[in-house]
């Protein structure tokens, strides 16, 4: 099942590299693509979100602009804190449209993903949804 709203499996962002008040970081999990999280132009950027009970997740499918490397490590403990490379990814650039890149994770279990922009194709990336399938 993709479940396209974080916030309604009590999901929240708890870090957060930059935040503006026209943008917040809790964006990324509104399940709405008109709004987003933006980022200040220096990388690496990234944000953890966590859930609220240890979550199996197979996919999870980023909606951003201008996002060229990402990696996303995984923990299953209550801290957010020693987390454990999952996977990376190249994502191809596009133009005048959002980037939706499906990425498996392979039914992890997780209390916390953690998510690492490395690069970007312009000093400013967004990022609109977080969505993920279980």
Known sequence: MIRSSLNSLGAKVVVAASSDENHPPES???GDTKTFWMTTGMFPQEFIIRFADPTNITAVTLDSYNVKHLKVEKN?????????????????????????????????????LRFIITSGYDHFVSVHRVSIQN
């Open 76 to 112: 299953i403990s209550q801290k957010a804190s020693q987390f454990e490379f999952v996977t990376e990814k190249e994502l191809e650039q596009t133009e005048g449209h959002l980037q939706s890149n499906a990425i498996p994770l392979n039914g992890s279990s997780a209390t916390h």
């Open 28 to 30: 990324i999990i509104d």
